[in-house]
């Protein structure tokens, strides 16, 4: 089985997942296919075992993927999106044009996705929330508090109980990277991002789905005006 290149600077389970994607886009795999061993694609991608395991997740709740009881995971769909692909190529256009570009889909997206944790969250999956928020509020390291976002907007889509939206909010987390570590530039960045998640948090605590909605709403403004210089 060929090995195209990956994705510079990805984190080595969404490289991993990419460059699965483009062989099934390729031909090189098909729909029913098994897959070959976690050993051996751990092998093949030169990747630790946890780092397969993710890839394969991820591919499973876009539904590129289906596990099969016994014999590990086999193609289910050759429907393949490669955006996040796409997105990470040189040459798209300035900083503020991709962030902003970047900030109109999740303007388009997430405040639904709030909505829906509103409606659908456990119990648990709050008190995880909950947690995130928790570490944000005693954290200072712009890295630490970018993979604390990361963590709490991948909540909130599991929350949601949407495996669609959770794939999608997966890619996000690795495409906006850049962006949330801007955001974080500074106690005050850092203060905004913490008083949006709160409010958010504190929506989807009472279940009002509307009220979650705007406070997403309101924290994606509230961020894009820290890093994108509007025209």
Avoid: C
């Amino acid at each position: 089985m060929p090995q195209p290149h990956g994705t510079q600077n990805a984190p080595a389970y969404l490289d991993v997942a990419l460059r699965l994607k483009r062989l099934i886009a390729d031909g090189e795999m098909k729909i029913g296919q098994s897959l070959p061993t976690e050993r051996a694609l751990a092998k093949q991608f030169d990747v630790s075992r946890h780092s397969l395991r993710e890839a394969l997740r991820v591919l499973q709740e876009q539904g590129i993927l289906a596990p099969q009881q016994g014999s590990g995971n086999y193609i289910a769909s050759a429907d393949v999106d490669l955006l996040d692909s796409d997105l990470r190529q040189p040459g798209r256009g300035d900083a503020d044009t991709r962030n902003r570009e970047i900030f109109e889909f999740r303007t388009l997206l997430e405040p639904q996705i709030a909505a829906w944790a509103a409606e659908r969250a456990s119990d648990r999956e709050i008190d995880a929330l909950a947690e995130i928020v928790t570490q944000q509020a005693s954290e200072s390291n712009a890295h630490t508090l970018k993979l604390l976002d990361d963590a709490f907007h991948l909540g909130l889509a599991r929350a949601a109980h949407n495996h669609v939206v959770t794939g999608v909010i997966r890619s996000i987390n690795s495409v906006v990277g850049q962006v949330r570590s801007e955001a974080y530039q500074g106690p005050q960045r850092n203060a905004v991002s913490l008083d949006g998640h709160r409010a958010i948090l504190d929506a989807i605590r009472a279940g009002d789905a509307d009220a979650a909605r705007r406070a997403m709403n309101r924290h994606i403004t509230q961020i894009r005006g820290l890093v994108v210089e509007e025209t």
